[in-house]
Protein backbone atom coordinates (compact mmCIF):
# COMPACT_ATOMS: atom_id res chain seq x y z
CA UNK A 1 0.00 0.00 0.00
CA UNK A 2 1.00 3.54 -0.61
CA UNK A 3 -0.31 7.08 0.02
CA UNK A 4 0.57 9.97 -2.62
CA UNK A 5 -0.44 13.69 -1.81
CA UNK A 6 -2.05 15.93 -4.38
CA UNK A 7 -3.94 19.27 -5.02
CA UNK A 8 -7.86 18.48 -4.45
CA UNK A 9 -9.72 20.10 -7.08
CA UNK A 10 -13.14 18.61 -6.89
CA UNK A 11 -14.48 16.36 -3.28
CA UNK A 12 -15.99 12.91 -2.94
CA UNK A 13 -14.31 9.80 -2.30
CA UNK A 14 -13.92 6.69 -5.06
CA UNK A 15 -12.96 3.58 -4.90
CA UNK A 16 -12.11 1.54 -8.52
CA UNK A 17 -9.62 -0.07 -10.80
CA UNK A 18 -7.14 2.36 -12.58
CA UNK A 19 -7.03 2.60 -16.06
CA UNK A 20 -3.35 3.97 -17.04
CA UNK A 21 -3.81 6.82 -19.76
CA UNK A 22 -0.43 6.51 -22.27
CA UNK A 23 0.78 10.07 -22.45
CA UNK A 24 0.28 9.76 -26.11
CA UNK A 25 3.19 12.42 -26.66
CA UNK A 26 5.25 10.07 -28.91
CA UNK A 27 7.52 12.22 -31.22
CA UNK A 28 7.33 12.88 -35.40
CA UNK A 29 10.22 12.62 -37.07
CA UNK A 30 11.53 14.83 -39.07
CA UNK A 31 11.18 13.55 -42.85
CA UNK A 32 11.19 15.79 -46.03
CA UNK A 33 9.00 15.42 -49.31
CA UNK A 34 9.80 16.11 -52.58
CA UNK A 35 9.45 19.34 -53.73
CA UNK A 36 6.35 18.91 -56.11
CA UNK A 37 4.96 17.51 -52.88
CA UNK A 38 4.83 20.83 -50.49
CA UNK A 39 1.76 22.23 -51.65
CA UNK A 40 0.29 18.71 -50.77
CA UNK A 41 1.43 19.39 -47.87
CA UNK A 42 -0.62 22.34 -47.50
CA UNK A 43 -3.42 20.79 -47.98
CA UNK A 44 -3.04 17.91 -45.94
CA UNK A 45 -2.66 20.33 -43.04
CA UNK A 46 -5.58 23.29 -44.41
CA UNK A 47 -8.40 19.30 -44.16
CA UNK A 48 -6.63 18.41 -40.87
CA UNK A 49 -7.37 22.18 -39.45
CA UNK A 50 -10.55 21.95 -40.93
CA UNK A 51 -11.79 18.72 -39.33
CA UNK A 52 -10.05 19.46 -35.67
CA UNK A 53 -12.06 22.45 -35.71
CA UNK A 54 -15.68 20.67 -37.13
CA UNK A 55 -14.72 18.04 -33.65
CA UNK A 56 -13.87 20.84 -31.09
CA UNK A 57 -17.40 22.61 -32.63
CA UNK A 58 -19.05 19.27 -31.87
CA UNK A 59 -17.42 18.82 -28.36
CA UNK A 60 -18.25 22.19 -27.74
CA UNK A 61 -21.90 21.87 -28.46
CA UNK A 62 -22.34 18.39 -26.10
CA UNK A 63 -20.49 20.14 -23.47
CA UNK A 64 -22.82 23.44 -23.26
CA UNK A 65 -25.40 21.02 -23.81
CA UNK A 66 -24.23 19.25 -20.48
CA UNK A 67 -22.42 21.33 -18.49
CA UNK A 68 -23.61 24.73 -19.80
CA UNK A 69 -22.43 27.76 -21.61
CA UNK A 70 -19.76 29.12 -19.65
CA UNK A 71 -17.84 25.51 -19.53
CA UNK A 72 -18.64 25.05 -23.01
CA UNK A 73 -16.35 28.05 -23.83
CA UNK A 74 -13.15 26.54 -23.00
CA UNK A 75 -13.54 24.65 -26.21
CA UNK A 76 -13.19 28.18 -27.83
CA UNK A 77 -9.74 28.56 -27.09
CA UNK A 78 -8.84 25.45 -28.89
CA UNK A 79 -11.07 26.77 -31.99
CA UNK A 80 -9.52 30.60 -31.44
CA UNK A 81 -5.75 28.89 -31.80
CA UNK A 82 -6.60 26.62 -34.95
CA UNK A 83 -8.34 29.73 -36.65
CA UNK A 84 -5.30 31.96 -35.49
CA UNK A 85 -3.53 33.67 -38.76
CA UNK A 86 0.44 33.49 -37.13
CA UNK A 87 -0.04 30.21 -36.22
CA UNK A 88 -1.24 28.87 -39.44
CA UNK A 89 1.46 31.15 -40.88
CA UNK A 90 4.38 29.13 -38.63
CA UNK A 91 2.71 25.94 -40.15
CA UNK A 92 3.04 26.87 -43.23
CA UNK A 93 6.64 28.54 -43.36
CA UNK A 94 8.66 25.33 -41.91
CA UNK A 95 6.71 23.45 -44.24
CA UNK A 96 8.15 25.46 -47.35
CA UNK A 97 11.38 26.51 -45.63
CA UNK A 98 12.43 22.61 -44.87
CA UNK A 99 9.82 20.91 -46.68
CA UNK A 100 9.05 18.81 -44.08
CA UNK A 101 4.92 17.00 -43.52
CA UNK A 102 2.81 18.38 -42.35
CA UNK A 103 2.58 16.79 -38.95
CA UNK A 104 6.04 17.56 -38.83
CA UNK A 105 5.52 21.04 -39.03
CA UNK A 106 2.56 20.93 -36.26
CA UNK A 107 4.55 18.84 -33.83
CA UNK A 108 7.62 21.18 -33.98
CA UNK A 109 5.26 24.66 -33.85
CA UNK A 110 3.48 23.44 -31.15
CA UNK A 111 5.92 22.34 -28.96
CA UNK A 112 7.37 25.38 -29.14
CA UNK A 113 4.38 27.15 -28.22
CA UNK A 114 4.00 25.27 -25.45
CA UNK A 115 7.31 25.59 -24.47
CA UNK A 116 6.79 29.48 -24.02
CA UNK A 117 3.92 29.09 -21.81
CA UNK A 118 5.81 26.46 -19.56
CA UNK A 119 8.16 29.17 -18.89
CA UNK A 120 5.51 31.82 -18.12
CA UNK A 121 5.70 32.77 -14.26
CA UNK A 122 1.38 32.42 -14.16
CA UNK A 123 0.14 29.29 -12.91
CA UNK A 124 -2.92 30.13 -15.26
CA UNK A 125 -0.27 30.25 -18.63
CA UNK A 126 1.56 27.01 -17.32
CA UNK A 127 -2.08 25.46 -16.47
CA UNK A 128 -3.02 26.11 -20.30
CA UNK A 129 -0.70 23.82 -21.97
CA UNK A 130 -2.53 20.91 -21.46
CA UNK A 131 -4.89 22.74 -24.05
CA UNK A 132 -1.67 23.23 -26.39
CA UNK A 133 -1.44 19.40 -26.22
CA UNK A 134 -4.92 18.45 -26.57
CA UNK A 135 -5.06 20.50 -30.10
CA UNK A 136 -1.60 19.21 -31.05
CA UNK A 137 -2.66 15.97 -30.97
CA UNK A 138 -6.28 16.18 -32.67
CA UNK A 139 -4.53 18.05 -35.76
CA UNK A 140 -1.60 14.91 -35.69
CA UNK A 141 -4.24 12.33 -35.27
CA UNK A 142 -6.29 13.53 -38.17
CA UNK A 143 -3.04 13.65 -40.29
CA UNK A 144 -1.71 10.72 -39.60
CA UNK A 145 -4.77 8.88 -39.12
CA UNK A 146 -4.23 7.82 -35.33
CA UNK A 147 -7.37 7.52 -33.24
CA UNK A 148 -7.29 9.63 -29.90
CA UNK A 149 -7.90 7.90 -26.74
CA UNK A 150 -11.53 8.01 -25.46
CA UNK A 151 -12.61 7.05 -22.35
CA UNK A 152 -15.76 5.63 -23.40
CA UNK A 153 -17.83 2.10 -23.82
CA UNK A 154 -16.21 1.22 -20.61
CA UNK A 155 -17.43 -1.75 -18.84
CA UNK A 156 -17.07 -1.44 -15.66
CA UNK A 157 -16.25 1.49 -13.17
CA UNK A 158 -12.49 3.12 -13.00
CA UNK A 159 -10.20 5.70 -12.01
CA UNK A 160 -8.15 7.73 -14.37
CA UNK A 161 -4.80 8.05 -14.00
CA UNK A 162 -2.77 10.33 -16.63
CA UNK A 163 0.16 12.59 -16.41
CA UNK A 164 -2.56 15.01 -17.59
CA UNK A 165 -6.03 15.01 -18.94
CA UNK A 166 -6.78 17.48 -21.90
CA UNK A 167 -10.02 19.65 -21.60
CA UNK A 168 -11.14 17.35 -24.57
CA UNK A 169 -10.89 14.02 -22.43
CA UNK A 170 -12.32 15.12 -19.52
CA UNK A 171 -15.58 16.45 -21.11
CA UNK A 172 -15.99 13.67 -23.26
CA UNK A 173 -15.49 11.06 -19.78
CA UNK A 174 -18.16 8.67 -19.22
CA UNK A 175 -19.69 9.85 -15.80
CA UNK A 176 -21.52 6.52 -15.28
CA UNK A 177 -18.03 4.73 -15.47
CA UNK A 178 -15.45 7.27 -14.32
CA UNK A 179 -15.50 7.29 -10.74
CA UNK A 180 -12.06 9.49 -10.02
CA UNK A 181 -9.70 11.25 -11.80
CA UNK A 182 -5.69 11.62 -11.02
CA UNK A 183 -3.21 13.27 -12.71
CA UNK A 184 0.85 14.51 -12.21
CA UNK A 185 0.36 17.76 -13.53
CA UNK A 186 -2.47 20.59 -13.38
CA UNK A 187 -3.60 23.22 -10.66
CA UNK A 188 -6.73 24.27 -9.24
CA UNK A 189 -7.94 26.39 -11.80
CA UNK A 190 -6.74 24.37 -15.05
CA UNK A 191 -9.62 23.65 -18.16
CA UNK A 192 -9.35 19.98 -16.49
CA UNK A 193 -9.83 20.89 -12.96
CA UNK A 194 -13.15 23.21 -13.52
CA UNK A 195 -14.60 20.46 -15.74
CA UNK A 196 -14.07 17.56 -13.24
CA UNK A 197 -15.63 19.89 -10.60
CA UNK A 198 -18.33 20.39 -12.79
CA UNK A 199 -18.98 16.76 -13.75
CA UNK A 200 -19.15 16.02 -10.35
CA UNK A 201 -15.74 13.15 -10.35
CA UNK A 202 -13.56 13.40 -7.12
CA UNK A 203 -10.15 14.58 -8.54
CA UNK A 204 -7.15 15.18 -7.56
CA UNK A 205 -3.69 16.67 -9.41
CA UNK A 206 -0.29 17.58 -9.14
CA UNK A 207 1.03 14.33 -8.08
CA UNK A 208 3.56 14.67 -9.58
CA UNK A 209 4.63 10.72 -10.19
CA UNK A 210 1.48 8.96 -10.08
CA UNK A 211 1.11 7.82 -13.45
CA UNK A 212 4.55 5.81 -13.33
CA UNK A 213 3.93 4.10 -10.15
CA UNK A 214 0.36 2.55 -11.07
CA UNK A 215 -0.42 -0.04 -13.71
CA UNK A 216 -3.84 -0.63 -15.59
CA UNK A 217 -6.09 -2.62 -13.18
CA UNK A 218 -4.39 -1.37 -9.83
CA UNK A 219 -7.07 -0.90 -7.04
CA UNK A 220 -7.16 3.35 -6.34
CA UNK A 221 -8.71 5.14 -3.46
CA UNK A 222 -9.13 8.82 -4.48
CA UNK A 223 -10.04 10.87 -1.72
CA UNK A 224 -10.83 14.05 -3.13
CA UNK A 225 -11.57 15.55 0.02
CA UNK A 226 -8.24 15.07 1.75
CA UNK A 227 -6.39 15.69 -1.64
CA UNK A 228 -4.71 11.94 -0.86
CA UNK A 229 -4.20 8.51 -3.56
CA UNK A 230 -3.85 5.72 -2.09
CA UNK A 231 -2.51 2.40 -4.23
CA UNK A 232 -3.61 -1.02 -3.80
CA UNK A 233 -5.14 -0.56 -0.65
CA UNK A 234 -4.69 -3.44 2.29
CA UNK A 235 -7.82 -4.77 3.56
CA UNK A 236 -8.60 -2.41 6.53
CA UNK A 237 -8.12 0.67 4.18
CA UNK A 238 -10.63 -1.29 1.78
CA UNK A 239 -13.41 -1.50 4.53
CA UNK A 240 -12.90 1.71 6.29
CA UNK A 241 -13.11 3.80 2.75
CA UNK A 242 -15.97 1.48 2.40
CA UNK A 243 -17.85 1.84 5.21
CA UNK A 244 -17.02 5.66 4.98
CA UNK A 245 -19.02 5.77 1.38
CA UNK A 246 -21.60 3.64 2.85
CA UNK A 247 -22.39 6.45 6.30
CA UNK A 248 -22.00 8.94 3.57
CA UNK A 249 -24.64 7.84 1.28
CA UNK A 250 -26.97 6.76 4.14
CA UNK A 251 -26.57 10.00 6.05
CA UNK A 252 -26.87 12.14 2.66
CA UNK A 253 -30.27 10.11 1.92
CA UNK A 254 -31.79 10.64 5.66
CA UNK A 255 -30.78 15.22 5.01
CA UNK A 256 -32.13 14.78 1.85
CA UNK A 257 -35.87 14.13 3.42
CA UNK A 258 -34.99 17.39 5.19
CA UNK A 259 -33.95 19.48 2.64
CA UNK A 260 -37.04 21.50 2.23
CA UNK A 261 -37.93 21.63 6.15
CA UNK A 262 -37.70 25.33 7.10
CA UNK A 263 -34.12 26.17 8.68
CA UNK A 264 -35.79 26.86 12.10
CA UNK A 265 -34.11 26.78 15.44
CA UNK A 266 -36.13 24.65 18.43
CA UNK A 267 -36.62 28.12 19.67
CA UNK A 268 -38.28 29.12 16.77
CA UNK A 269 -35.44 31.35 15.27
CA UNK A 270 -35.13 31.52 11.05
CA UNK A 271 -32.14 31.15 9.59
CA UNK A 272 -31.53 31.81 5.76
CA UNK A 273 -29.68 29.36 4.35
CA UNK A 274 -28.33 30.64 0.57
CA UNK A 275 -26.11 28.91 -1.98
CA UNK A 276 -22.59 29.83 -2.86
CA UNK A 277 -22.63 29.25 -6.85
CA UNK A 278 -20.15 29.42 -10.21
CA UNK A 279 -22.41 28.45 -12.91
CA UNK A 280 -25.89 29.41 -13.52
CA UNK A 281 -26.40 25.32 -13.60
CA UNK A 282 -26.10 24.93 -9.83
CA UNK A 283 -29.37 26.92 -9.21
CA UNK A 284 -31.71 23.85 -9.66
CA UNK A 285 -29.68 21.46 -7.58
CA UNK A 286 -29.00 23.95 -5.19
CA UNK A 287 -32.96 24.27 -4.44
CA UNK A 288 -32.83 20.77 -4.59
CA UNK A 289 -31.21 20.51 -1.42
CA UNK A 290 -33.11 23.65 0.32
CA UNK A 291 -31.50 26.94 -0.39
CA UNK A 292 -33.81 30.40 -0.52
CA UNK A 293 -31.66 31.64 -2.85
CA UNK A 294 -28.12 32.72 -3.89
CA UNK A 295 -25.99 34.12 -1.93
CA UNK A 296 -22.97 34.35 -3.25
CA UNK A 297 -22.54 34.23 -7.59
CA UNK A 298 -18.45 34.26 -8.03
CA UNK A 299 -18.80 35.78 -11.29
CA UNK A 300 -15.68 35.79 -12.11
CA UNK A 301 -15.63 32.05 -12.94
CA UNK A 302 -17.14 33.28 -16.43
CA UNK A 303 -13.84 34.92 -17.11
CA UNK A 304 -11.81 32.12 -16.25
CA UNK A 305 -13.75 29.97 -18.32
CA UNK A 306 -12.93 31.06 -21.38
CA UNK A 307 -9.78 32.84 -23.30
CA UNK A 308 -11.94 35.61 -24.13
CA UNK A 309 -13.15 38.43 -21.52
CA UNK A 310 -17.26 37.36 -22.14
CA UNK A 311 -19.07 40.36 -23.96
CA UNK A 312 -21.73 42.51 -21.82
CA UNK A 313 -24.24 40.83 -23.66
CA UNK A 314 -22.74 37.38 -23.00
CA UNK A 315 -23.03 38.63 -19.15
CA UNK A 316 -26.43 38.97 -19.56
CA UNK A 317 -27.61 35.54 -20.99
CA UNK A 318 -25.46 33.96 -18.10
CA UNK A 319 -26.67 35.92 -15.66
CA UNK A 320 -30.66 35.84 -16.17
CA UNK A 321 -30.20 32.32 -17.05
CA UNK A 322 -29.47 32.47 -13.23
CA UNK A 323 -32.00 34.09 -11.82
CA UNK A 324 -34.75 32.55 -14.66
CA UNK A 325 -33.77 29.31 -12.73
CA UNK A 326 -34.08 31.30 -9.20
CA UNK A 327 -38.09 31.92 -10.17
CA UNK A 328 -38.02 34.97 -7.65
CA UNK A 329 -35.45 33.86 -5.09
CA UNK A 330 -32.62 36.89 -4.55
CA UNK A 331 -29.52 36.48 -6.10
CA UNK A 332 -26.51 38.06 -4.44
CA UNK A 333 -23.90 39.32 -7.47
CA UNK A 334 -20.42 39.37 -6.32
CA UNK A 335 -18.51 41.90 -8.96
CA UNK A 336 -15.04 40.22 -10.31
CA UNK A 337 -12.46 38.72 -7.99
CA UNK A 338 -9.60 38.76 -9.83
CA UNK A 339 -6.21 38.32 -9.68
CA UNK A 340 -4.18 36.36 -7.28
CA UNK A 341 -5.27 32.81 -7.76
CA UNK A 342 -7.32 33.75 -10.78
CA UNK A 343 -5.70 34.84 -13.20
CA UNK A 344 -7.04 35.58 -16.87
CA UNK A 345 -5.24 36.40 -20.11
CA UNK A 346 -5.92 39.34 -22.18
CA UNK A 347 -3.81 41.64 -20.32
CA UNK A 348 -6.32 42.22 -17.85
CA UNK A 349 -4.75 40.09 -14.75
CA UNK A 350 -1.22 40.72 -14.11
CA UNK A 351 0.80 37.49 -13.77
CA UNK A 352 4.49 38.40 -12.62
CA UNK A 353 3.30 40.11 -9.36
CA UNK A 354 5.98 39.00 -6.79
CA UNK A 355 2.58 38.90 -4.16
CA UNK A 356 -0.32 38.81 -5.93
CA UNK A 357 -3.02 38.08 -2.16
CA UNK A 358 -1.51 41.61 -1.51
CA UNK A 359 -1.34 42.79 -5.00
CA UNK A 360 -3.67 43.73 -8.03
CA UNK A 361 -6.49 41.77 -7.16
CA UNK A 362 -10.53 41.67 -6.20
CA UNK A 363 -11.72 45.12 -6.38
CA UNK A 364 -8.53 47.27 -6.91
CA UNK A 365 -8.24 45.54 -10.44
CA UNK A 366 -11.89 46.78 -11.22
CA UNK A 367 -11.44 50.46 -10.43
CA UNK A 368 -7.91 50.24 -12.53
CA UNK A 369 -9.88 48.70 -15.42
CA UNK A 370 -13.05 50.70 -14.99
CA UNK A 371 -14.60 49.75 -18.89
CA UNK A 372 -14.22 46.17 -17.70
CA UNK A 373 -15.80 46.83 -14.86
CA UNK A 374 -18.28 49.19 -15.94
CA UNK A 375 -18.86 46.37 -18.48
CA UNK A 376 -19.67 43.80 -15.68
CA UNK A 377 -22.03 46.57 -13.70
CA UNK A 378 -24.51 47.06 -16.78
CA UNK A 379 -24.48 43.54 -17.69
CA UNK A 380 -26.04 42.72 -14.09
CA UNK A 381 -27.80 46.00 -13.64
CA UNK A 382 -29.39 44.99 -17.41
CA UNK A 383 -30.26 41.29 -16.01
CA UNK A 384 -31.66 42.67 -12.74
CA UNK A 385 -35.38 43.00 -14.61
CA UNK A 386 -35.50 38.96 -14.22
CA UNK A 387 -35.58 38.76 -10.36
CA UNK A 388 -34.08 40.11 -7.00
CA UNK A 389 -30.70 41.17 -7.31
CA UNK A 390 -28.30 42.46 -4.92
CA UNK A 391 -24.75 43.72 -5.82
CA UNK A 392 -21.40 42.93 -3.35
CA UNK A 393 -17.98 44.50 -4.05
CA UNK A 394 -15.36 42.14 -2.89
CA UNK A 395 -12.18 42.72 -1.07
CA UNK A 396 -13.02 46.28 0.29
CA UNK A 397 -10.03 47.76 2.65
CA UNK A 398 -11.16 51.71 2.35
CA UNK A 399 -13.91 53.67 2.79
CA UNK A 400 -12.85 55.64 -0.87
CA UNK A 401 -12.25 51.89 -2.63
CA UNK A 402 -16.41 51.66 -1.91
CA UNK A 403 -17.38 55.17 -2.77
CA UNK A 404 -15.49 54.55 -6.50
CA UNK A 405 -16.94 51.57 -6.77
CA UNK A 406 -20.29 53.10 -5.70
CA UNK A 407 -19.36 55.98 -8.64
CA UNK A 408 -19.26 53.67 -10.99
CA UNK A 409 -22.22 51.83 -10.61
CA UNK A 410 -23.75 54.74 -10.86
CA UNK A 411 -22.18 55.86 -14.31
CA UNK A 412 -23.54 52.46 -15.75
CA UNK A 413 -27.41 53.36 -14.09
CA UNK A 414 -27.16 56.84 -15.63
CA UNK A 415 -25.86 55.61 -19.35
CA UNK A 416 -28.21 52.96 -19.20
CA UNK A 417 -30.98 55.51 -18.51
CA UNK A 418 -30.16 57.89 -21.57
CA UNK A 419 -29.84 54.57 -23.46
CA UNK A 420 -33.26 53.24 -22.29
CA UNK A 421 -32.73 50.24 -21.15
CA UNK A 422 -34.62 49.25 -18.52
CA UNK A 423 -33.01 48.03 -14.84
CA UNK A 424 -34.25 47.67 -11.41
CA UNK A 425 -34.47 50.81 -9.67
CA UNK A 426 -34.05 49.60 -5.85
CA UNK A 427 -31.18 47.30 -5.88
CA UNK A 428 -29.65 46.62 -2.04
CA UNK A 429 -25.74 47.26 -2.54
CA UNK A 430 -23.22 45.81 -0.41
CA UNK A 431 -19.72 44.89 0.29
CA UNK A 432 -17.70 41.71 1.30
CA UNK A 433 -15.67 41.55 5.12
CA UNK A 434 -12.78 39.73 3.82
CA UNK A 435 -9.60 42.11 5.47
CA UNK A 436 -9.13 43.20 9.16
CA UNK A 437 -9.11 47.15 8.20
CA UNK A 438 -12.74 46.68 6.99
CA UNK A 439 -13.79 44.22 10.06
CA UNK A 440 -12.26 46.62 12.15
CA UNK A 441 -14.00 49.47 10.27
CA UNK A 442 -16.79 47.90 9.97
CA UNK A 443 -19.32 50.67 11.81
CA UNK A 444 -18.22 52.99 9.30
CA UNK A 445 -18.79 50.80 6.28
CA UNK A 446 -22.73 50.30 7.73
CA UNK A 447 -23.13 53.83 7.09
CA UNK A 448 -22.59 53.51 2.98
CA UNK A 449 -23.71 49.97 2.64
CA UNK A 450 -27.15 48.29 2.84
CA UNK A 451 -25.09 44.53 4.10
CA UNK A 452 -22.60 42.73 4.96
CA UNK A 453 -21.19 39.63 3.60
CA UNK A 454 -18.65 38.18 5.63
CA UNK A 455 -16.09 36.11 3.54
CA UNK A 456 -14.12 34.19 5.83
CA UNK A 457 -11.68 32.20 3.26
CA UNK A 458 -9.86 35.89 2.97
CA UNK A 459 -11.05 37.07 6.60
CA UNK A 460 -8.67 34.02 7.80
CA UNK A 461 -6.15 34.29 5.42
CA UNK A 462 -5.34 37.91 5.96
CA UNK A 463 -5.90 38.31 9.56
CA UNK A 464 -3.17 34.83 10.69
CA UNK A 465 -0.73 35.77 7.60
CA UNK A 466 -0.98 32.30 6.28
CA UNK A 467 -1.62 31.22 2.44
CA UNK A 468 -4.48 29.16 2.31
CA UNK A 469 -3.30 27.77 -0.72
CA UNK A 470 0.27 27.11 0.67
CA UNK A 471 0.38 22.90 1.75
CA UNK A 472 3.50 23.39 3.74
CA UNK A 473 1.76 25.65 6.44
CA UNK A 474 -1.91 24.74 6.45
CA UNK A 475 -2.01 23.52 9.88
CA UNK A 476 -1.93 27.64 10.68
CA UNK A 477 -4.80 28.09 8.62
CA UNK A 478 -7.58 27.78 10.94
CA UNK A 479 -11.03 29.79 11.46
CA UNK A 480 -11.48 29.10 14.64
CA UNK A 481 -8.32 31.97 15.38
CA UNK A 482 -9.77 33.53 17.79
CA UNK A 483 -9.10 36.77 16.64
CA UNK A 484 -10.63 35.52 13.81
CA UNK A 485 -13.76 34.89 16.07
CA UNK A 486 -13.60 38.48 17.59
CA UNK A 487 -13.81 40.10 14.16
CA UNK A 488 -16.69 38.19 12.98
CA UNK A 489 -18.13 38.93 16.07
CA UNK A 490 -17.46 42.90 15.94
CA UNK A 491 -18.67 43.27 11.68
CA UNK A 492 -22.21 41.40 13.45
CA UNK A 493 -23.03 43.73 16.29
CA UNK A 494 -22.11 46.58 13.95
CA UNK A 495 -24.21 45.71 11.39
CA UNK A 496 -26.57 44.99 13.97
CA UNK A 497 -26.14 49.18 15.37
CA UNK A 498 -26.48 50.33 11.88
CA UNK A 499 -29.32 48.50 10.87
CA UNK A 500 -28.02 46.29 7.94
CA UNK A 501 -28.28 42.64 7.19
CA UNK A 502 -25.51 40.41 7.72
CA UNK A 503 -24.40 36.84 6.37
CA UNK A 504 -21.35 34.96 6.41
CA UNK A 505 -20.07 33.37 2.82
CA UNK A 506 -16.73 31.47 3.29
CA UNK A 507 -16.44 28.11 3.58
CA UNK A 508 -16.81 28.06 7.46
CA UNK A 509 -20.33 28.35 6.87
CA UNK A 510 -20.54 24.80 5.32
CA UNK A 511 -18.19 23.50 7.72
CA UNK A 512 -20.71 21.08 10.73
CA UNK A 513 -18.66 22.18 14.18
CA UNK A 514 -18.72 25.65 12.66
CA UNK A 515 -22.67 26.20 12.72
CA UNK A 516 -23.57 26.63 16.81
CA UNK A 517 -20.61 28.67 16.84
CA UNK A 518 -21.52 31.65 14.38
CA UNK A 519 -24.87 31.23 15.28
CA UNK A 520 -24.13 32.39 18.38
CA UNK A 521 -21.94 35.12 17.08
CA UNK A 522 -25.82 36.38 16.06
CA UNK A 523 -25.35 35.52 12.39
CA UNK A 524 -29.00 35.18 10.77
CA UNK A 525 -28.24 34.50 7.78
CA UNK A 526 -25.33 31.72 5.85
CA UNK A 527 -24.63 31.12 2.22
CA UNK A 528 -22.47 27.85 1.90
CA UNK A 529 -21.71 25.28 -0.84
CA UNK A 530 -25.00 23.57 -1.74
CA UNK A 531 -24.02 19.80 -1.11
CA UNK A 532 -23.71 21.43 2.51
CA UNK A 533 -26.69 23.13 2.99
CA UNK A 534 -28.68 19.84 4.40
CA UNK A 535 -25.94 18.90 7.06
CA UNK A 536 -25.92 22.57 7.95
CA UNK A 537 -29.67 22.98 8.35
CA UNK A 538 -30.36 19.84 10.36
CA UNK A 539 -28.06 21.10 13.18
CA UNK A 540 -29.92 24.40 12.91
CA UNK A 541 -33.09 22.55 13.33
CA UNK A 542 -31.30 20.74 16.56
CA UNK A 543 -30.84 23.19 18.78
CA UNK A 544 -31.74 26.56 20.12
CA UNK A 545 -29.91 30.22 20.32
CA UNK A 546 -29.62 30.13 23.60
CA UNK A 547 -27.45 26.73 23.70
CA UNK A 548 -25.47 28.40 20.62
CA UNK A 549 -24.63 31.52 22.38
CA UNK A 550 -23.69 30.07 25.68
CA UNK A 551 -21.04 27.99 23.15
CA UNK A 552 -19.80 31.28 21.54
CA UNK A 553 -19.24 33.18 24.61
CA UNK A 554 -16.84 30.65 26.12
CA UNK A 555 -15.36 29.86 22.60
CA UNK A 556 -14.33 33.46 23.05
CA UNK A 557 -12.66 32.54 26.17
CA UNK A 558 -10.50 30.17 24.66
CA UNK A 559 -6.87 31.40 23.89
CA UNK A 560 -5.67 28.98 21.13
CA UNK A 561 -7.32 27.60 18.16
CA UNK A 562 -7.02 23.88 19.01
CA UNK A 563 -8.71 24.95 22.42
CA UNK A 564 -11.90 26.14 20.26
CA UNK A 565 -11.98 23.62 17.76
CA UNK A 566 -12.17 21.04 20.71
CA UNK A 567 -14.72 22.52 22.50
CA UNK A 568 -17.35 23.11 19.67
CA UNK A 569 -16.82 19.84 18.07
CA UNK A 570 -17.04 18.13 21.73
CA UNK A 571 -20.55 20.28 21.91
CA UNK A 572 -21.87 19.27 18.46
CA UNK A 573 -20.63 15.62 19.13
CA UNK A 574 -22.82 15.48 22.51
CA UNK A 575 -26.05 17.01 20.36
CA UNK A 576 -25.54 15.54 17.22
CA UNK A 577 -22.92 12.11 17.39
CA UNK A 578 -24.42 10.62 14.05
CA UNK A 579 -23.51 13.70 12.33
CA UNK A 580 -20.16 13.36 13.41
CA UNK A 581 -19.75 10.30 12.55
CA UNK A 582 -21.47 10.71 9.38
CA UNK A 583 -19.38 12.53 7.32
CA UNK A 584 -15.95 11.39 8.74
CA UNK A 585 -13.50 8.59 8.90
CA UNK A 586 -13.17 6.48 11.46
Not at 84 to 103: G, N, P, Y
Not at 145 to 160: F, H, I, P
Request: net charge negative.
Amino acid sequence: MQIKKGIPVSPGVAIAAAIVLDAEDAPIPWRQVAPALVEQEHQRLEQAIRESCDDLHNLRDQAETSLGLELARIFDFHIGLLNDKSLKQQFDKLIDDERVTAQYAVYAVMHDVARTYQQQSSHYFRERVSDIWDIERRVIGHLVGRTRAELTGLKQDAVVVAHDLTPSQTASLDRGKIKGIATDAGGQTSHTAILAHALGIPAIVGLETLAGEVNTGDTLIIDGNRGQVIINPDAAQLLEYRQFIERINAFERGLADQAQLPAETTDGTPIALHANIEFPEEVEGALGRGAEGVGLYRTEFLFLASENQPTEDEQVATYTQALEALGGRPLTFRTLDLGADKLVQGGLTESKERNPFLGLRSIRLCLQKPFVFKTQLRAILRASIKGEVRIMFPLICSVNELKQARMLLMDAMEELTEEGIPFAEHIPIGMMIEVPSAALQASVFAKHVDFFSIGTNDLVQYTVAVDRSNERIANLYSPAHPAVIQLIKDVVRAANRGKISVSLCGEMAGETEFVMLLLGLGLRSLSITPPAIPAVKNIIRMVSINQCQRLARRALSFETDREVLKFIRDELHRIAPELIEGRRLS
